[in-house]
C-alpha cells in the first residue's frame, strides 16, 4: 500500500494532527509524519513534495495555521493528491481556512474543515482504497459500524428526556 505524509507546519499542530494519525493506524495504513514549513523551511519542504512520488507515498496530509501556505505550497511540488488541514491557532482558523482552500486552478489542495484532522486521514485512505478493495471494505465497515452506533443512541435517548 501507499504510504500517507502528514507535514505539519509546527510541532504546535501536534494535538490536532494527532487525530489523523489515530485514523490512519486503526485502518492499517502507513504513514509517516514530517514537520516543514513553507516560510521556515521552504526548501526542504519543496524537496520533500517533488520526491513524496518516488518514495512511495499516495497522499500529503498537510496541517498548517495563520498563513497556511504549506498544503498549497506541497501541492506546487507534486501531482500527488495533497489534503489541507487549516489548524485554529489565530482568527478562529478563518485565516487558515482561507489561505489553505483558496488554490489557483491546476493546483488543488482538497481541504477539510477546521482542526479537521480526522477527516483528512478519513479521506485520505478514500483516496487510496480506490485502487485497494481491501480497504474500501474497512471504510464500508467502519460507516456500517458509526450508523449502527447512532441508531442505537437513537433508540436510548428517549430514556436520556
Ligand atoms: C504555522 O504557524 C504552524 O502550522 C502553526 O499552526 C502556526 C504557529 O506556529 P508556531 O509559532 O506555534 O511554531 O506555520
Not at 489557483?104 to 477546521?114: K, N, Q
Amino acid at each position: 500500500m501507499k504510504k500517507v505524509a502528514i507535514i505539519m507546519g509546527s510541532t504546535s499542530d501536534l494535538p490536532v494532527v494527532r487525530k489523523s494519525a489515530e485514523v490512519l493506524r486503526d485502518f492499517g495504513i502507513p504513514f509517516e509524519a514530517h514537520v516543514y514549513s513553507a516560510h521556515r523551511t521552504p526548501e526542504e519542504a519543496r524537496s520533500f513534495a517533488v520526491s513524496a512520488r518516488e518514495n512511495g507515498f499516495g497522499v500529503i496530509i498537510a496541517a498548517a495555521g495563520m498563513a497556511a501556505h504549506l498544503a498549497g505550497a506541497l501541492a506546487a511540488g507534486t501531482t500527488l493528491p495533497v489534503i489541507g488541514i487549516p489548524i485554529n491557532s489565530a482568527l478562529g482558523g478563518l485565516d487558515a481556512l482561507l489561505s489553505t482552500v483558496q488554490m489557483p486552478s491546476g493546483i488543488p489542495v482538497a481541504t477539510v474543515a477546521v482542526d479537521g484532522a480526522k477527516n483528512a486521514a478519513f479521506l485520505a485512505a478514500e483516496i487510496l482504497a480506490v485502487e485497494d478493495e481491501t480497504l474500501a471494505k474497512k471504510l464500508a465497515d467502519y460507516r456500517a459500524k458509526n450508523a449502527a452506533d447512532i441508531l442505537n443512541k437513537d433508540g436510548n435517548v428517549v430514556n436520556e428526556l
